[in-house]
């Protein structure tokens, strides 16, 4: 029971880490409002608004991470970060003796190691929750002094050395997607019986995806064979202008329609029939949860490859498409999504597996691991 406990939990650097630390606080003040939360992120990333702007305490620390490409630009930056670190065990000390956590769980991000270390050097239950299918470099060091570590998949445990065994959890989802039913979703977005394609590539955008697209929506922007929601990004603000001049007039067709962002997500991923998007582990898991059809492209550019390796857990299930960005043209998407829209069957066999992946009560599953490690 987390009834009046003093709870931290320590998340920082991209929605993907904190967006499911805000989910599980959530749950903490609904199912337990005597317990008290307290938020340890970043000064300078995505927590210093969100969390604030959810209505819980965030205390910051200034925290990096190493380059490995070693050039003078990332050297400087190298030392820095070794700088912070050896400020941060200070700051964490400080922060730990004010608030007396009865225990502190990890979502990842750089902020989530000295934090957890620290806490775990002074016998607090400590516990991480990792996202992805192949483990940041932050949640692999600390997985060899928590308590419990939570996985998404259990895929990522093979590339951890754990001083408990793991327990598989998911990602929490937001209740407005799990919940959400597909035909009130689609009368709300006025569609008809034709399937909606969603795409996007993150909400800076993805030029290669941006590029594709661009291309197959030109080539069946006068076909009548599906509809589209496109979120081109806050870089690929061009996409109109090009749209535009390859002759397709999308702001008078009624089967296109062009975002910059996906605000209203808790009603467009229930109501597509194909999404293709990168595989971001929050992404993955509405994919799942709403068991929608998806093309994955993983980007290149992050961490350990790790989308690489998300978007592959679905592949080996039937419950996905993988192109990898460097196999991504605007032709081979058309090939592909051509040939679902032209297999109906097959569309709604490959939403059907990834909702057999879907993990429904993540929230509870962490939570329960949470309380398990405190009533030791």
Same mark, same amino acid.
């Given at each position: 029971?987390?009834?009046? *406990?003093?709870?931290?939990?320590?998340?920082?650097?991209?929605?993907?880490?904190?967006?499911?630390?805000?989910?599980?606080?959530?749950?903490? #003040?609904?199912?337990?409002?005597?317990?008290?939360?307290?938020?340890?992120?970043?000064?300078?990333?995505?927590?210093?608004?969100?969390?604030? %702007? %959810?209505?819980?305490?965030?205390?910051?620390?200034?925290?990096?991470? +190493?380059?490995?490409?070693?050039?003078?630009?990332?050297?400087?930056?190298?030392? =820095?970060?070794? !700088?912070?670190?050896?400020?941060?065990?200070?700051?964490?000390?400080? /922060?730990?003796?004010? +608030?007396?956590?009865?225990?502190?769980?990890? +979502?990842?991000?750089?902020?989530?190691?000295?934090?957890?270390?620290?806490?775990?050097?002074?016998?607090?239950?400590?516990?991480?929750?990792?996202?992805?299918?192949?483990?940041?470099?932050?949640?692999?060091?600390?997985?060899?002094?928590?308590? *419990?570590?939570?996985?998404?998949?259990?895929? %990522?445990?093979?590339?951890?050395?754990?001083?408990?065994?793991?327990?598989?959890?998911?990602?929490?989802?937001?209740?407005?997607?799990?919940?959400?039913?597909?035909?009130?979703? #689609?009368?709300?977005?006025?569609?008809?019986?034709?399937?909606?394609?969603?795409?996007?590539?993150?909400?800076?955008?993805?030029?290669? /995806?941006?590029?594709?697209?661009?291309?197959?929506?030109?080539?069946?922007?006068?076909?009548? =064979?599906?509809?589209?929601?496109?979120?081109?990004? !806050?870089?690929?603000?061009?996409?109109?202008?090009?749209? *535009?001049?390859?002759?397709?007039? +999308?702001?008078?067709?009624?089967?296109?329609?062009?975002?910059?962002?996906?605000?209203?997500?808790?009603?467009?991923?229930?109501?597509?029939?194909?999404?293709?998007? #990168?595989?971001? %582990?929050?992404? /993955?898991?509405?994919?799942?949860?709403?068991? *929608?059809?998806?093309?994955?492209?993983?980007?290149?550019?992050?961490?350990?490859?790790?989308?690489?390796?998300?978007?592959?857990?679905?592949?080996?299930?039937?419950?996905?498409?993988?192109?990898?960005?460097?196999?991504?043209?605007?032709?081979?998407?058309?090939?592909?999504?051509?040939?679902?829209?032209?297999?109906?069957?097959?569309?709604?066999?490959?939403?059907?597996?990834? #909702?057999?992946?879907?993990?429904?009560?993540?929230?509870?599953?962490?939570?329960?691991?949470?309380?398990?490690?405190?009533?030791?």
């Amino acid at each position: 029971m987390l009834s009046n *406990k003093k709870i931290l939990l320590t998340a920082g650097g991209t929605g993907g880490h904190v967006n499911p630390a805000l989910a599980v606080a959530g749950a903490i #003040r609904s199912k337990y409002p005597s317990a008290e939360i307290l938020f340890v992120g970043t000064s300078d990333r995505i927590e210093t608004k969100i969390v604030p %702007a %959810a209505g819980y305490e965030l205390r910051t620390i200034e925290m990096s991470g +190493f380059q490995r490409k070693l050039n003078l630009k990332n050297i400087k930056h190298n030392f =820095k970060t070794v !700088q912070r670190v050896l400020k941060s065990t200070g700051a964490v000390n400080r /922060i730990l003796d004010e +608030f007396k956590p009865d225990v502190v769980v990890g +979502f990842g991000g750089y902020v989530s190691g000295p934090v957890v270390r620290c806490a775990a050097k002074r016998g607090i239950p400590t516990a991480i929750h990792e996202q992805n299918a192949y483990p940041g470099v932050t949640n692999k060091a600390l997985a060899k002094l928590v308590d *419990k570590v939570m996985l998404t998949v259990p895929e %990522a445990e093979k590339n951890m050395t754990l001083k408990n065994p793991a327990v598989v959890t998911g990602l929490p989802v937001r209740m407005e997607i799990c919940e959400a039913d597909k035909s009130v979703c #689609r009368a709300m977005l006025s569609l008809d019986e034709r399937p909606l394609v969603l795409s996007m590539g993150g909400s800076l955008g993805a030029n290669t /995806i941006n590029e594709a697209m661009l291309g197959l929506i030109t080539k069946l922007a006068d076909t009548k =064979k599906c509809k589209f929601i496109h979120a081109t990004g !806050q870089y690929g603000l061009w996409f109109g202008d090009r749209l *535009k001049s390859n002759g397709v007039d +999308f702001e008078n067709n009624e089967d296109i329609e062009i975002r910059e962002y996906i605000n209203d997500m808790d009603v467009c991923m229930p109501a597509a029939d194909l999404v293709i998007c #990168r595989a971001g %582990a929050s992404t /993955i898991s509405e994919l799942q949860v709403t068991g *929608k059809a998806s093309i994955l492209i993983p980007s290149p550019n992050v961490a350990e490859n790790h989308q690489y390796h998300n978007a592959m857990a679905l592949v080996r299930n039937a419950a996905a498409i993988l192109i990898e960005e460097k196999d991504l043209t605007d032709e081979t998407l058309y090939k592909t999504v051509n040939e679902l829209l032209d297999d109906p069957e097959k569309l709604v066999e490959i939403g059907a597996n990834a #909702r057999k992946m879907a993990i429904t009560d993540a929230t509870d599953r962490i939570l329960d691991a949470v309380c398990s490690i405190i009533e030791r």
